[in-house]
């Protein structure tokens, strides 16, 4: 894996530098739970939502351009249908994000990294594998404790829709699996982009009034979240997958709650309590054993061949 590289205007990517990339890209990702609670306390969601997508659409429009006009009519369904996707996740998370901290949010609905591998065992129509089923107990276990409130179990509605967020970012992730596969993947992620900006203004005018920033700190935040978690972020982590597995990838996912967390406690002074801090890092931890679980059987697998090959050799 080291040896191999791809080259991208002739500069070697080694998988050092696509881990570096994958780390930069998630962190800027997590930002956006703190972007947005701060963005939504004077804007409706769908318009939030809206300006950020439409914006970042128009930020990524020069540089797919070519690509977009070359789409068939099959690539801009498909594009449809992940911006469909994803749009029911964003919308969860941000009006989720109305009555529930960042960091509570970002935990719970990256417990989708859990709901990923049952949901396609259920499509493949086998059981969860053992470390699956470990890591999904643990991180429920998790769950309970960061929603436990005065001593009984409470899921408030924005904790719901977090969870909600987070059954929908699954089933985004196993489409995204799916399609990506039989189309090209910048330019489905150009078109996704583009149709959830285009949904939310439906919602907008559907749920609520649609209004803009109207102080230069609002369009700030906007402009943050719309070239950083959403032009960078969205776009980039398949090119920063490429180079590495996906158990690391897995394992560096868990980086985004951690840092929701710490901005949380910077800019929004939230703080979890013992409770909410024990339940985080069962969720941490059912996130990264399964990965850590199946890295762990590779390296015995493969030691046991080594040790067989220096068997027949002597």
């Known amino acids: 894996m080291q040896g191999r590289k791809i080259y ?65 009519g099959r690539t801009l369904f498909r594009g449809m249908l992940l911006g469909a996707a994803f749009f029911t996740v964003m919308a969860a998370e941000v009006s989720g994000l109305k009555t529930t901290d960042a960091s509570t949010v970002a935990f719970l609905e990256n417990t989708a990294i859990v709901f990923v591998p049952l949901f396609e065992a259920v499509l493949r129509r086998k059981p969860p594998k053992v470390p699956v089923i470990v890591s999904s107990v643990i991180s429920l276990l998790g769950v309970a404790l960061l929603t436990l ?18 059954i929908f970012y699954a089933c985004s992730i196993i489409l995204t699996d799916r399609i990506s596969r039989k189309d090209d993947p910048l330019t489905l992620g150009i078109l996704q982009v583009g149709f959830i900006g ?68 910077i800019f929004l002074n939230e703080s979890l309590g013992l409770m909410g801090i024990l339940g985080t890092l069962l969720i941490l931890l059912g996130m990264v054993s399964v990965n850590i679980m199946n890295f762990i059987k590779k390296e015995k697998s493969n030691n046991e061949v080594r040790k067989n090959h220096s068997i027949i050799e002597t």
């Open 8 to 72: 991208i205007k002739n500069r070697a990517f080694s998988q050092k530098q696509a881990e570096i990339l994958l780390v930069l890209v998630i962190l800027a990702r997590s930002t956006s739970f703190v972007m947005t609670k701060i963005g939504i306390r004077d804007m409706g969601t769908f318009s939030l939502l809206s300006l950020r997508f439409l914006i970042a659409f128009l930020f990524l429009l020069p540089f797919g351009w070519k690509r977009l006009r070359c789409a068939s």
């Open 149 to 166: 409130k005065s001593g009984s179990f409470s899921l408030s509605a924005g904790e719901f829709l977090c969870l909600m967020a987070a």
């Open 198 to 265: 285009l949904y939310s203004i439906i919602a907008a005018f559907l749920f609520e009034t649609p209004d803009i920033p109207a102080t230069f700190s609002e369009w700030g935040i906007i402009f943050i979240l719309a070239i950083v978690c959403s032009g960078f972020g969205f776009t980039l982590q398949p090119l920063a997958q490429s180079r590495t597995t996906s158990e690391r990838a897995g394992l560096f996912c868990a980086i985004s709650p951690a840092s929701a967390t710490v901005l949380g406690r």
